[in-house]
C-alpha cells in the first residue's frame, strides 16, 4: 500500500499533477465519454426498427443530422465558456441536458419529434466532447499524450462493444424506447463521478463571449444541413425551398465571419488555422468523421433492410469494427509516444480506410454477414490509426493558453465532418430509392427481394463517395501535416506561428 501510494504522489517531469490527480480525473472524463460513446453506437443500430415503428423513411439520416448538427455549432461555444467558467459546471449542465434529450427521445411519438429531441441530446453531447478533450490537454504534456489516450481508448473500447450489443438486444426483446432510457443510470453516474473528481477553478477568468457570432454560425449550418437533407429527396436541388436554404446559409455565414473580424475574442480563434499543421490537421479531422459516421449510420441499414438480418446482427457487425478502430488508436498512441513521430499513422490511415469502403461499396444482396464484418474490420483499422493523431499533432503545436480553443477546432471540425457525411451520404441514398413506391410504410428487415436489391444499389454509390473522401485526406496529410517533434513537457514552446502585420481590432 505504501508503494502505490508513493507511485499516486509522484510527479513525473513535465507534468503539472500527480498521478494520483491525474486518475481521479481521468475517471470523470471516462464516465462522461462512456455515455457519449454509447449512445451513438446504440442508436445507429436501434434506428432501422425505430423507422420501421416511427415511419419516415426518408428522415432516417436525420436522427443522426441532428444529433451532430447541434453537437457541432454548441462545440466552440462550451470551449470559450469553459475558459471563462472552468469545466466542472458546464460538464454538469451539459449531462443535465443530454439526460433531459434522452428522456424526450424515449418518450417520441414521431419521427419529427424523435429528430428535435436527438437535437437536445446533441446540445449536451458538444460539452461532453469539446470539454473533456481539453482538460486532457491541459493536464498530459503532447509526448506522453499517446499513453494515456489509451485510458480514452479503453472507455470508447466498452461503449462501442456494449452500444450495438446492448442496442440489439434491446430492440429484438423490448421496445426501442429503452434504447434511450438506458443513458439515464450511466448519466446519474457520470454527474456523480464528475463531481467529485473534477476540480473547480478558484477564479474567473476575464474573456468576452462572442454569443452573436454563435449564433449567427448555428443558424449558417443548420440551414445549410436543411438544404442538404431536403435537395433531391423532399425537394427538387433547384427547388425554391432548397436553394432559400444555401442562401440563407451563406447569408448567416457572410455575416458570421463580419462578426468574427470585429469581435475582441471570436468564437472560433482563425489565427491558429494560419500554422499549417494546425489547419490541416483540423481539416483532416473533419474529413476523418465524415467517413466514419457514415459508415456507422448505414451498415446496419444495409444489414438489417438488405440482408433481412435482426438488429442484433447489425449490432454483431459493428462491434469488431469499433472494437478494430479502438484497438489500433490504442496501439497508435503507444508508437507516438514510443517514436514521438504522428505523421507515419496519418500516410497510412486514409489507404487503409479507403479500401475498407471501396469492399463496402461492393457489397450486393448475395454479400453475407461475415463478409461485411471483414470488411468492416479494415475500415476500423484505418480508422483507429487517425482517430487521435491528428488532435495530437494539434495541440502539440500550439502553446498551453490556446489548447482549449484549438482542442474546440477540433471537435467543431470532426462534428462538421460527421454531419456533412451523413446527410450527403443520406442524400445519395434517397437519390437512389426507388420511385412510385412507398418505402415509408414498409418494415426495415421485410423488404421485398426487388426493394432490397433497389436499397443495395442506393447505399454503393454513398459508401464509394465516402472512399473518394479518403482520397481528399491523404492528399491534405502529404502536404499539410509537417512533423513537428512531440513536446515532452508544457514548458516548451510550441511551432511559432507565422508574423503578420499587428492589426488593432475594432471593438464591436
Not at 42 to 57: K, Q
Not at 173 to 190: C, E, I, K, Y
Not at 436 to 458: D, I
Request: include cysteine; glycine fraction near 12%; proline fraction near 6%.
Amino acid at each position: 500500500m505504501t508503494a502505490i501510494r508513493v507511485w499516486l504522489q509522484r510527479q513525473p517531469p513535465g507534468y503539472r499533477l500527480p498521478f494520483g490527480r491525474i486518475l481521479a480525473i481521468y475517471s470523470g472524463l471516462m464516465t462522461a465519454l462512456l455515455l457519449a460513446s454509447l449512445d451513438q453506437t446504440i442508436v445507429a443500430t436501434a434506428l432501422p426498427r425505430i423507422v420501421s415503428d416511427l415511419g419516415g423513411l426518408g428522415l432516417y439520416s436525420w436522427a443522426f443530422t441532428a444529433y451532430v448538427l447541434a453537437m457541432t455549432v454548441t462545440v466552440p461555444l462550451y470551449g470559450k465558456l469553459g475558459d471563462v467558467y472552468g469545466s466542472k459546471p458546464l460538464f454538469i449542465f451539459a449531462i443535465g441536458i443530454f439526460l433531459l434529450g434522452s428522456m424526450l427521445c424515449g418518450l417520441a411519438w414521431g419521427m419529427p419529434e424523435l429528430i428535435a429531441f436527438r437535437a437536445v441530446q446533441g446540445v449536451g453531447a458538444g460539452g461532453l466532447f469539446a470539454l473533456t478533450h481539453a482538460t486532457i490537454g491541459r493536464i498530459v504534456p503532447p509526448r506522453s499524450r499517446g499513453r494515456w489516450q489509451g485510458l480514452i481508448g479503453v472507455t470508447f473500447a466498452i461503449g462501442s462493444i456494449a452500444g450495438p450489443a446492448l442496442g440489439g438486444l434491446i430492440v429484438d426483446n423490448a421496445s426501442w424506447r429503452w434504447v434511450f432510457f438506458v443513458n439515464v443510470p450511466v448519466g446519474a453516474l457520470a454527474l456523480v463521478v464528475i463531481w467529485l473528481t473534477m476540480p473547480r477553478r478558484a477564479a474567473r477568468l476575464h474573456h468576452s463571449v462572442d454569443y452573436r457570432g454563435a449564433a449567427l454560425l448555428a443558424g449558417g449550418t443548420g440551414a445549410l444541413m436543411l438544404g442538404l437533407g431536403w435537395g433531391g429527396h423532399q425537394y427538387a436541388w433547384t427547388s425554391p425551398q432548397v436553394l432559400g436554404a444555401f442562401v440563407l446559409s451563406a447569408a448567416l455565414l457572410a455575416a458570421f465571419a463580419l462578426v468574427e473580424r470585429r469581435v475582441r475574442e471570436p468564437i472560433i480563434p482563425f489565427e491558429l488555422l494560419r500554422r499549417p499543421t494546425v489547419g490541416s490537421g483540423i481539416a483532416c479531422v473533419g474529413l476523418a468523421g465524415m467517413a466514419m459516421f457514415g459508415v456507422i449510420a448505414f451498415v446496419p441499414l444495409f444489414v438489417q433492410g438488405v440482408l433481412g438480418s435482426s438488429a442484433t446482427s447489425s449490432g454483431a457487425v459493428l462491434t469488431p469494427f469499433m472494437l478494430a478502430v479502438v484497438g489500433t488508436s490504442i496501439v497508435t498512441g503507444q508508437f507516438i509516444s514510443w517514436s514521438g513521430r504522428y505523421k507515419p499513422n496519418a500516410l497510412v490511415g486514409p489507404i487503409v480506410l479507403g479500401t475498407g469502403l471501396v469492399l463496402l461499396a461492393s457489397m450486393e444482396t448475395s454479400t453475407t454477414v461475415g463478409e461485411v464484418t471483414g470488411y468492416m474490420v479494415v475500415s476500423g483499422v484505418g480508422l483507429g490509426l487517425m482517430m487521435q493523431t491528428f488532435v495530437v499533432a494539434v495541440q502539440n503545436s500550439v502553446p498551453l493558453d490556446s489548447m482549449g480553443s484549438a482542442t474546440a477546432l477540433t471537435q467543431f471540425s470532426r462534428s462538421i465532418g460527421t454531419t456533412l457525411g451523413v446527410t450527403l451520404m443520406g442524400a445519395i441514398v434517397n437519390q437512389g430509392l426507388p420511385t412510385g413506391v412507398n418505402l415509408e410504410s414498409q418494415t426495415v428487415e421485410r423488404l421485398t427481394p426487388a426493394l432490397r436489391a433497389e436499397l443495395a444499389h442506393a447505399l454503393q454509390p454513398a459508401f464509394l463517395a465516402a472512399a473518394f473522401v479518403c482520397v481528399i485526406l491523404l492528399a491534405v496529410v502529404v502536404f499539410g501535416i509537417h512533423e513537428v517533434p512531440l513536446r515532452r513537457g508544457f514548458d516548451e514552446a510550441s511551432t511559432p506561428a507565422p508574423v503578420e502585420p499587428e492589426r488593432t481590432p475594432v471593438r464591436g
